[in-house]
């Protein structure tokens, strides 16, 4: 059966009950529809008082391009929690449209553990990022009415580095030449899209602490330069006041329900690439104020997506997380030991624990972060016994507390014994601390990642990145958190080097500071920030049937 | 005090107790927030059957560049009738957001006679224009990724005549050239953005009577031709299904109140120059369902309004108006008397009377669609009573039903009389009929309506719109019914000719067949499909305030 069958047959509460036994005040409680509702943190947190919850990362091992089932085992994970009576809350990040009408594919888990309603939330949902392109796109209709009234700024054409974005996959988008037409139809210069979920306003929206600090991180956006090289901002426009009122209501974090039963906040979706790749801190924040343990998840392998929530968004948002849970299958351990993609279905009992030096290298580096990690080996149909028991048997050996996942199959009663592990794993003293001090220079700071979570033995940069390293020390913008954009399918900037490479140089080709989120992007490799579709894109079966629901929709 | 300060002032009843009052059930109303809700009209037209509301159509004389209040006498108008006891329901337009943040303005009334939360209205509202451009924007990536994978369909780039679309002015995407940077990028060519309420979609989305009805009507859209000269439909494409998923819940009516407590339905938007300018076919129904007197609006002045609302609107809808406002002010006569704009605010009853030709020609025009029509004295705080005796004197020398309505001022109670007038009015047999049969050729049609509503003496056609002409016989389309895009201020296509003109002729620029609304486009003198922002545009002071409100909206 399909997720969205499954989804279809389950039994959906009120939201309203969920909010309840949830602890959310109903005078907090903004619906849209019968399941889904915004909540006005403002009111909640005049009841709830200080956050508390302890926040259980859900990451992976570098993964297959099938991806290694993230987000159903944050479901299932919260689900089996909520089961042992803890009080528990599930964090995700919404789900792109641009995906969805490309290739199959949605952020709502899967099979048993999945948040409903899926059809909405895959679908405009609560409408927050259609808010982000409509703050997004308004500043460059002012930048862009800027120009053509005068550019009193000095805004050089050639050097805005802010760009439109539209939720959809859209490649012919990326590269075009704006405002033809002669005088009255606005000044030509090259432009591009972006996909919503790629816009620094969505990186903004995701790190603010509030609508205070979401309009100062708005106002602090560079949008370009001036002839003589100086930043342009958001605040020089004086756009934060009307950027933030189109954004008032979208911070207010969603409600949703699991299949189970659990609350769970769905809210912003940044990229994991050019972005930090997590939920807002406002959901997990909120979650914190009204769980005792707060499920969430971050975007690809742990190198990259773990490293940005601890580096990044952790340190932001001011919580320190509990525990990491390190995503496992065994077609990524065969991956990574040297089984080609249309093998990876067979046994092969040597390929898995060949492909374990992968696993080790997340687990290790989950301990840098002074955060205790957990292994779930997701199962899939062609996982045998003899496979699944290397990778248990070899946390054993290592001291690492590890569980397999059935909770695509069977929901929460399959995720029992990682619930368990993770319990333990949370009781544990910590010593949070992100890997490096924000006062380290840019290129310190990424030889510390590069070095301590890559296992790689250097780093290059190119003519760019130095010149964009110059700017970025001119300006005093130094002291940021890296985000680093990398492939995901290697520790390496090569996509190809499976395993645990070493030795490698890392090549930084270009730096993006990313002044209002507050991260500076290094560019490794090139970085899709506007997807194509592909020859038949999946919106050609979609449809509505004649009770008015999604057809063909995953 | 501004109408955001008047507003902010109200007493809003949740929306379930409006609900109830108008005869909606509980299981047909999905929430969106305390103060909004869709409706789901299958559930609703289950309990009420068949629709038999009568419908009065509020439109308006030749207006000046400020408009003279359209949006509120309709609110306003509602509100005395219900103040009568008389069931009432008021049906409008969603506003766009892209004139909010140039100009000052919106579209949720004025005063005392406002539809709310007129903050929410104005800004996202439930999402059904970002639905709309996400169906748009779909459809246009489409295209191009059709293009790019080897244009299976033959379509010839340079006649894509379907654009992308934004809900902001923005100048410097009318005209763009996409697709560039190299074959991985798309295939380059001309291409632009209108504003959403331009789309055809938003045209479609206000005219199909249900989802079936809306699948048809996006199906056959016509989005360009074929090298050799065929019209390539979104059938071809197969893009309605997904379409019609992304539109399924916007399609659902907007239920909000008024000041006074009056139920409104608030959905769709299209322009009322290139569509025809009404609120949707589905919101209309819905109210005539549920409330014996449907009070509704068009856009601009009678001889584009009320004209398109009688034969394209009501045709396709199957309902029968039964009396028509038309909305005239001192201002207003003045101008049309000659007055320069910036002595408008002066007395001078000889300029009104000379200006009444303007409003003579509404009034008698309405009568051609056997509809009664009822003057409707917008009343400025500027005009004198010697000035409005003119008007309401001259209208019963006529044997014109008239009122002077001080709705903005007063709410209800400044709009009794002409709830009076309009309840005889509709009391009085109709004998509706549009102006013309749908057989006749293209031509004949817009010699009609220039010769019986314009007052004009010709119509001549520019070489282009001879071989749209020809075009559109060729495909068969010459059955669809003339959607004339002229200037407002003027019957002509002259702006600057004011009052009653006679004896001029109508230059027809181009015909665009709009095969899914399913009207043809008459352009006349340039049309903006994408407006643009002024030197200070009004986003510039607009804000959040602590307590989470909108600041300087409005």
Redesign the interface.
């Given at each position: 059966m399909s997720d969205l069958g499954i989804a279809s047959r389950a039994n959906l509460e009120p939201i309203q009950d969920i909010a309840q036994r949830a602890g959310i005040p109903e005078e907090a409680l903004?619906?849209?529809?019968?399941y889904k509702a915004?909540i006005d943190t403002?009111l909640l947190h005049e009841r709830t008082g200080t956050a508390r919850g302890r926040v259980v990362l859900v990451s992976a091992m570098s993964p297959t391009p099938a991806g290694e089932g993230k987000s159903t085992v944050t479901v299932g994970l919260g689900d089996a929690l909520s089961a042992t009576g803890t009080r528990t809350m599930i964090a995700l990040r919404e789900p792109s449209?641009g995906p969805i009408?490309g290739m199959k594919g949605g952020a709502t888990g899967g099979g048993y553990s999945q948040v409903l309603p899926m059809e909405?939330i895959n679908?405009?949902f609560?409408?927050d990022f259609?808010?982000i392109?409509?703050a997004n796109?308004?500043l460059?209709?002012?930048v862009?009415?800027h120009?053509?009234?005068g550019n009193e700024l000095g805004i050089d054409p050639r050097r805005i580095t802010f760009r439109?974005v539209?939720?959809?996959?859209?490649?012919?988008?990326?590269?075009?030449?704006?405002?033809?037409?002669g005088p009255?139809?606005?000044?030509p210069?090259e432009?591009g899209f972006d996909i919503t979920v790629a816009s620094e306003v969505m990186a903004v929206f995701c790190l603010a602490t509030g609508?205070d600090d979401l309009?100062e991180r708005l106002a602090a956006i560079t949008v370009g330069y001036t002839f003589d090289r100086k930043p342009v901002t958001v605040a020089d426009l004086?756009?934060q006041?009307?950027m933030?009122?189109?954004l008032?209501?979208a911070l207010k974090p969603n409600l949703v329900q699991t299949m189970a039963g659990t609350p769970a906040l769905i809210h912003g979706g940044p990229f994991a690439n050019i972005a930090h790749g997590c939920n807002s801190v406002i959901a997990t924040n909120t979650a914190r104020a009204l769980a005792d343990v707060v499920v969430t998840e971050a975007g690809f392998g742990a190198d990259l997506g773990a490293e940005k929530f601890m580096d990044i968004k952790a340190r932001f948002a001011g919580f320190e997380p509990s525990a990491a849970v390190v995503v496992a299958t065994v077609r990524a351990l065969k991956m990574h030991g040297g089984v080609a993609k249309d093998a990876l279905g067979a046994e092969n009992v040597d390929a898995v624990r060949a492909g374990l030096c992968n696993l080790e290298r997340h687990v290790t580096n989950i301990g840098k972060f002074g955060v205790t990690p957990v292994v779930a080996v997701n199962r899939f149909h062609t996982d045998t016994e003899a496979e699944l028991d290397v990778v248990i048997q070899w946390c054993r050996e290592r001291g690492v507390e590890a569980a397999v996942a059935e909770v695509w199959g069977r929901g929460a009663a399959g995720g029992a014994e990682l619930a368990q592990k993770v319990l333990a794993a949370i009781q544990k003293p910590q010593e949070f601390s992100p890997l490096y001090e924000l006062e380290l220079s840019v290129e310190e700071k990424i030889s510390t990642i590069v070095r301590e979570i890559y296992g790689g033995a250097g780093v290059e940069y190119s003519a760019e990145a130095r010149r964009a390293l110059e700017r970025i020390h001119a300006n005093g913008w130094d002291a940021m958190p890296v985000c680093m954009a990398k492939t995901q399918y290697s520790f390496s900037d090569d996509a190809s080097l499976l395993g645990a490479p070493e030795g490698f140089t890392l090549h930084v080709r270009d730096l993006i500071p990313k002044t209002g989120a507050g991260f500076i992007v290094a560019l490794t490799g090139s970085v899709m920030t506007m997807p194509?579709?592909p020859?038949v894109?999946a919106?050609?079966?979609?449809?509505?049937d004649a009770q008015?629901r999604?057809?063909?929709?995953f």
């Open positions: 903004e619906l849209y529809g019968r915004k403002g449209l009408f909405d679908m405009h609560t409408g259609h808010a392109t409509s796109n308004l460059m209709a002012l862009d009415n120009l053509h009234r439109r539209l939720d959809v996959n859209d490649r012919a988008l990326r590269q075009i030449v704006i405002g033809l037409g009255t139809e606005g000044m210069r432009a609508i309009r004086n756009a006041g009307a933030t009122m189109l008032k209501d194509g579709l020859k894109p919106a050609m079966r979609m449809d509505v008015g999604a057809v063909g929709l």
